[in-house]
């Protein structure tokens, strides 16, 4: 009988903050992935050596451990938490240590979350990125706006939130190995009659 090949999903996470609300929102994808069957591992990028970026020391810190796990997954998640209307600046270090080597053909998903109002500009910022880099994102996203109301001692507590979190996970595991989009169809295309 075959083994069905289990995918791993790794999320890197660009908040600094202890308790981070972003580090919780990544956890709960990271659980709904788990669900789907995949292995999944979160990489607090805090905990890591990645000082900025000089590329004539692209193997500075743990940037080589971090290339490699990164090459080695089947969807990236990528979470930060809002500064000045874009994703962090430890997040931007860590995908600076990165190129397509790591992220070519990688099923990518977005998270931001904002202490204000809608973060839309952030996830735009991400998503440039990953399409720079080939990697084939997500069309679902989620943006957790006014993070101060919608978390309660640490959790989630907006339920339509909680449900777009969970999605970004299982669709990640889902779409994970994308090698090309599906072909489309055109909204005139009637059947023919026989």
Same mark, same amino acid.
């Given at each position: 009988?075959?083994?069905?090949?289990?995918?791993?999903?790794?999320?890197?996470c660009g908040s600094q903050r202890d308790g981070s609300r972003t580090r919780h929102a990544l956890e709960k994808a990271l659980l709904a992935a788990e669900s789907k069957g995949a292995t999944t591992e979160l990489v607090d990028l805090s905990t890591l050596d990645l000082p900025?970026?000089?590329?004539?020391?692209?193997?500075?810190?743990?940037?080589?451990?971090?290339?490699? +796990? *990164?090459?080695?997954?089947?969807?990236?998640?990528?979470?930060?938490?809002? !500064?000045? #209307?874009?994703? &962090?600046?430890?997040? $931007?270090?860590?995908?600076?240590?990165?190129?397509?080597?790591?992220?070519?053909?990688?099923?990518?998903?977005?998270?931001?979350?904002?202490?204000?109002?809608?973060?839309?500009?952030?996830?735009?910022?991400?998503?440039?990125?990953?399409?720079?880099?080939?990697?084939?994102?997500?069309?679902?996203?989620?943006?957790?706006?006014?993070?101060?109301?919608?978390?309660?001692?640490?959790?989630?507590?907006?339920?339509? +939130? *909680?449900?777009?979190?969970?999605?970004?996970?299982?669709?990640?595991?889902? !779409?994970? #190995?994308?090698? &090309?989009?599906?072909? $489309?169809?055109?909204?005139?295309?009637?059947?023919?009659?026989?």
């Amino acid at each position: 009988m075959d083994v069905p090949n289990t995918k791993q999903i790794v999320a890197l996470c660009g908040s600094q903050r202890d308790g981070s609300r972003t580090r919780h929102a990544l956890e709960k994808a990271l659980l709904a992935a788990e669900s789907k069957g995949a292995t999944t591992e979160l990489v607090d990028l805090s905990t890591l050596d990645l000082p900025a970026f000089d590329p004539d020391q692209s193997d500075a810190g743990d940037a080589r451990e971090l290339r490699q +796990l *990164v090459r080695n997954s089947d969807g990236v998640l990528l979470g930060s938490p809002v !500064y000045h #209307g874009s994703y &962090s600046s430890v997040l $931007k270090t860590a995908l600076d240590y990165c190129g397509f080597d790591e992220f070519e053909e990688t099923t990518v998903g977005l998270l931001v979350v904002a202490g204000g109002g809608f973060p839309t500009p952030a996830l735009e910022h991400l998503r440039s990125v990953a399409r720079t880099l080939n990697a084939w994102v997500l069309p679902h996203q989620v943006a957790i706006p006014n993070a101060h109301s919608t978390f309660e001692a640490g959790e989630l507590t907006d339920e339509s +939130l *909680v449900e777009r979190v969970e999605t970004l996970g299982a669709d990640l595991v889902d !779409y994970a #190995g994308v090698e &090309s989009y599906p072909e $489309k169809t055109t909204a005139c295309t009637a059947p023919t009659a026989d």
